[in-house]
């Protein structure tokens, strides 16, 4: 390899933003961090042996590496993806409203990412949930209005960038308002521009003077300004530009199918940069599932890699670009360097969860004994692990878990659920109560057949069925614990008290 090609490769690593496979630095990973690799993104399936360890060897290789994590709170979780999340989610304090709350609830989540030595939180979700069908964002946001939205992200950046760590936005310009998983296929936001820029682009607004030191973007279409995704789209990105923003604009990542199955991982990367993004996440190798080969990392790091060294040699994409990109995540880079160790703060995540719950009807008094769950829950999705079984598990506390899909379900195994919630206290679980007609029949159908049942909500806050009805809007353990807490605490025979 010649000096120049050398010389470009790590202009180009500059920006890039892998993921990668295994608990350890691979060979592969280590030869690019010391060739100004701009860091890598932490996945659940990197944190199963010792992070901190993990993250040291990384910050050796390459100091000014960033490490960056999804560690949302609530539904989604990397830190805790074995046991559910401890931390509130956005749509937790988005039904307490209380700010001092949200700034803490950062300040924790940073602490416990700075803990595993990562740099980079990327959170919070700054989308406004207009469109309650949405299958990727729902209980991630902080709630449906504007107003509300803004000022918790502001106060998560805050509690986040006070330790000295980085947050990071997303998804820009709002993802909140589709009803199409980014990861599956193209959504569209098809809202006129007035009602974008009143109601979902005020949350970044809001974020950027915080102070956020990066914002995500969206592979959603805006046909209202043009027909390319925002993360390929030069127009949108100017526009974020033009509202003041000057940190460090990361693409969201590259494998998801928005990208990969229409412009390619190397073609979306090229187009990326030329749009004005900085930091190309590439994203987590192992979303193939079965089809994922033994060196999809590093396969899908040289895609991107190749590409724009490729696009720069040309002169299809200006030099100068690429390195006003590397400019931009150097200097996040050496700001959170220089950050000291993060000190712990009290912080109550039971509380938080407790006073977020939302009752509705007369919770029947169970007994701290094993509980029988009935989970209706849509099946698990790459952003949103909602169905996962530490959330029944927490509620069940020993007892028999039912699991279907209400999509699938047969007359048999409905009848059996309903004779097992006719046996002994039970919950019903769901999470789609006013975006999925197919669940809330079968909750109905059970409810109209065993009426000493309680429903457990995870999902957002809807229309209550009949019947007792616990909110937690969270598919998290600190929310099932609390849902639990409230049943047990529930005096015999006296009707629940909504409480904050």
Not at 236 to 243: H, I, K, T, V
Request: aromatic share 2%; charged share 20%; net charge negative.
């Amino acid at each position: 390899m010649t000096a120049h090609a050398d010389e470009l490769i790590r202009l180009v690593n500059g920006v890039l933003w892998p993921g990668f496979l295994g608990h350890v630095v691979p060979a592969w990973l280590e030869t690019e961090l010391e060739r100004n690799l701009a860091g890598v993104v932490y996945f659940a399936q990197n944190l199963g042996g010792d992070t901190a360890a993990l993250s040291a060897q990384i910050h050796a290789i390459a100091p000014s590496a960033l490490i960056g994590i999804d560690e949302e709170g609530g539904s989604v979780t990397r830190l805790e993806t074995p046991t559910g999340s401890t931390i509130p989610g956005a749509a937790q304090l988005g039904i307490l409203d209380d700010l001092d709350a949200t700034m803490a609830t950062g300040h924790e989540i940073a602490r416990r990412v700075d803990r595993i030595g990562a740099d980079v939180v990327i959170a919070p979700v700054a989308d406004v949930n207009t469109d309650p069908r949405n299958p990727v964002i729902g209980v991630r946001a902080f709630g449906a209005t504007s107003d509300l939205v803004s000022r918790h992200a502001a106060a998560l950046v805050r509690g986040i960038q006070q330790t000295g760590m980085a947050a990071c936005a997303k998804h820009y310009p709002g993802h909140g308002d589709t009803h199409t998983d980014s990861h599956d296929d193209l959504p569209r936001l098809t809202l006129e521009q007035g009602e974008i820029e009143a109601v979902h682009l005020p949350p970044f607004a809001a974020a950027a003077d915080a102070g956020v030191r990066a914002i995500m973007t969206a592979h959603i279409c805006v046909p209202a300004w043009g027909d390319e995704p925002a993360t390929l789209n030069p127009g949108m990105l100017a526009r974020l530009r033009a509202s003041g923003f000057d940190g460090v604009i990361i693409t969201d990542a590259l494998d998801m199918a928005a990208i990969r199955e229409t412009v390619g991982l190397g073609g979306g990367a090229v187009r990326a940069l030329a749009a004005g993004a900085d930091l190309l996440c590439i994203g987590n190798p192992t979303n193939p599932g079965a089809g994922m080969l033994p060196d999809q990392d590093e396969r899908d790091y040289l895609a991107v890699r190749d590409a724009v060294v490729a696009a720069v040699a040309a002169g299809k994409l200006p030099r100068a670009r690429v390195e006003e990109a590397s400019r931009r995540v150097a200097a996040m880079a050496d700001a959170v360097r220089s950050r000291t160790a993060v000190a712990d703060v009290p912080f109550d995540g039971d509380r938080i969860a407790d006073r977020a719950l939302l009752v509705s009807g007369d919770l029947p008094h169970f007994s701290d004994a094993p509980t029988t769950v009935i989970d209706l829950r849509r099946p698990s999705s790459l952003a949103v692990d909602s169905a996962a079984s530490h959330v029944a598990q927490a509620l069940a506390a020993g007892g028999e878990i039912i699991r279907f899909d209400p999509d699938t379900t047969t007359d048999d195994e409905l009848d059996a659920a309903i004779r097992a919630a006719t046996a002994g206290q039970t919950l019903l679980l769901v999470d789609r109560l006013d975006a999925d007609a197919l669940q809330r029949g079968v909750l109905d159908r059970i409810r109209s057949d065993a009426r000493g049942t309680v429903t457990v909500n995870v999902g957002l806050p809807a229309d209550a069925p009949d019947g007792p009805v616990i909110t937690s809007a969270a598919a998290s353990l600190l929310a099932a614990r609390a849902a639990r807490r409230a049943l047990v605490a529930a005096p015999k025979n006296q009707p629940a008290v909504r409480e904050n």
